[in-house]
């Protein structure tokens, strides 16, 4: 892992895999991007084959799945890149269906560890989320931005973030502690060059440089308040 002006560098290719299907029979395998034992936050990227069914399932703790990849069908919804399951702490939700096979990027705060469950939850509280259906706004360093979680999730939030190529965010502050994955383009940061699905993160109270995105880039924010 790279540190670069107050930023923890998460390489894709480096992260580890553990093999789901030993663990508790699901076929998938899961990758651990960043786990913050201090704030409860887990960012694992979740890899599903063709043809893949989740069971319906609960967590103890509340998480935000975002497709990054693939397509996730569940209550006769079809999610796509960018769209999300939030599903709050001890509710019920599935089964998800991934005709296609399915990346997912999932942001837990509390344990992800999960029991499959009969029952569906009633009344239904979990939400799914679809990007296409939220427009854009103006968002800081002349970004455009949607907030996919803006509440329901506890201090979890989750943004979309579209950097025109040229331009630069002023890392001040450092309040909230954040994190963010590369969808496409690239970020740079005092010369490490974050390619899509690298990931920085960046823990509250610590300063932080700036970020540049030379050639445009559009991230996947997410930021505990």
């Not at 979890?156 to 909230?176: K, N, P, S, T």
Request: glycine share 12%.
């Amino acid at each position: 892992m790279a540190r670069r002006a107050g930023f923890e560098i998460v390489r894709f290719a480096d992260i580890p895999w553990e093999e789901r299907v030993n663990v508790d029979g699901w076929p998938c395998r899961a990758g651990l991007y960043y786990n913050d034992a201090d704030t409860g936050l887990c960012l694992r990227l979740i890899d599903y084959p063709l043809g893949s069914i989740e069971p319906r399932h609960v967590h103890a703790g509340t998480h935000a799945t975002t497709v990054l990849r693939g397509r996730a069908i569940v209550d006769g919804v079809t999610l796509g890149p960018l769209d999300v399951v939030l599903g709050p702490g001890d509710e019920p939700h599935g089964p998800l269906h991934y005709p296609d096979g399915c990346k997912l990027l999932s942001a837990f705060l509390g344990s992800y560890h999960h029991s499959e469950s009969q029952q569906s939850s009633a009344p239904r509280s979990y939400r799914l989320i679809q990007s296409a259906q939220i427009p854009w706004q103006s968002g800081e360093a002349g970004a455009e931005a949607k907030t996919l979680i803006g509440h329901g999730c506890g201090r979890l939030h989750l943004h979309v973030l579209r950097f025109a190529a040229g331009a630069q965010l002023d890392g001040a502050g450092g309040q909230q502690t954040h994190a963010a994955l590369v969808i496409d383009g690239e970020a740079a940061i005092e010369g490490e060059t974050l390619a899509p699905w690298d990931l920085y993160y960046a823990r509250a109270g610590v300063a932080r440089g700036a970020i540049d995105f030379p050639r445009g880039a559009t991230l996947l924010s997410i930021t505990l308040h």
